[in-house]
């Protein structure tokens, strides 16, 4: 049997590699984006069970008359004004943010590579008509339009999800108008085209499943985005309501009581900064190992 081949570096040539498992190779890879990971695995699952295992309710105030105390072994956070527990309504907190990020982030993503395959599918004056439309929503502040849905229709968590996810979706439907008018033009394309495929088979079969890469990527980095702006609106007072609590609205609660006790912003604020952060890394890195150009 004759040896294996070397290359000019004197490396043994790599077994073929699919696209998805070359791209978690380069992922693993990078360090930033795995301590990313690991950070978000391990305060997803502090806000799952962290409740379940508390002696306190998110809204009970055992302590009230007491006002707001400082970290100790009964309450390893504190509490807060109230006498509620800062950890217990820190995990509560985070479970409906992160509950936002993702719920937000699929309306947005269901909005945006609908109407983005459409667009780059149609052509022609369709697609000049629908862009137009994403060009005029970009001119408008997303941020009052929110606050504007939240005081017309109520304050309710699952509007919160729509009207965010609304708002969200128009730089998801570019990056999918593009995909689909580059791949549309692909030999492969034609071929099913030519053998008669029809023309939604065409692009939900053959078309959008090779633009899955670029539309996990911006995923990924939606998801911070629309935290930061749930966090936003909650802060004004227009997202989440109390007794239930989020991680902005945590961080409204202790700016009002920071030089009395600081702990009450420390927490969240730190919480929640470490999320975006983690967030961030992990949508870096994964852009990063779905980069054609990068080495295996």
């Not at 509620?84 to 945006?112: K, Q, Y």
């Not at 034609?190 to 023309?199: F, K, N, T, V």
């Not at 802060?235 to 600081?262: C, H, K, Y």
């Amino acid at each position: 049997m004759s040896p294996p081949a070397v290359t000019a570096a004197g490396r043994k040539p790599q077994a073929h590699l699919s696209p998805s498992r070359l791209a978690w190779r380069r992922l693993k890879a990078n360090r930033m984006a795995m301590a990313g990971l690991a950070f978000l695995l391990f305060f997803s699952g502090l806000c799952v069970v962290g409740p379940w295992f508390s002696p306190y309710s998110f809204q009970e105030q055992p302590r009230i008359a007491e006002g707001a105390l400082p970290p100790s072994a009964e309450h390893w956070l504190g509490t807060d004004h109230r006498g509620r527990d800062l950890a217990t309504r820190l995990f509560h907190g985070g479970r409906i943010s992160l509950m936002v990020g993702l719920l937000a982030t699929a309306v947005s993503l269901s909005i945006g590579v609908v109407y983005g395959s459409l667009s780059g599918f149609l052509g022609g004056k369709s697609d000049s008509v629908m862009m137009r439309i994403v060009d005029i929503l970009y001119a408008l502040p997303f941020t009052v339009f929110v606050i504007l849905l939240m005081v017309f229709f109520g304050r309710s968590l699952i509007l919160l999800f729509l009207a965010i996810g609304a708002v969200e979706w128009l730089t998801m439907a570019r990056i999918v108008r593009g995909q689909v008018l580059s791949l549309k033009q692909t030999a492969f394309v034609e071929a099913a085209r030519i053998l008669g495929q029809r023309p939604r088979k065409l692009l939900s079969g053959h078309i959008l499943p090779n633009a899955l890469g670029p539309i996990i990527v911006y995923t990924a980095l939606t998801i911070p985005n629309v935290m930061l702006l749930e966090a936003f609106v909650s802060f004004l007072g227009l997202g989440v309501q109390p007794p239930m609590s989020s991680l902005g609205l945590l961080i409204n609660d202790g700016r009002t009581s920071m030089e009395g006790a600081p702990w009450l912003l420390l927490a969240p604020g730190i919480a929640f900064a470490m999320t975006l952060f983690s967030l961030n890394f992990l949508g870096d890195g994964i852009r990063d190992a779905f980069d054609p150009k990068k080495e295996t």
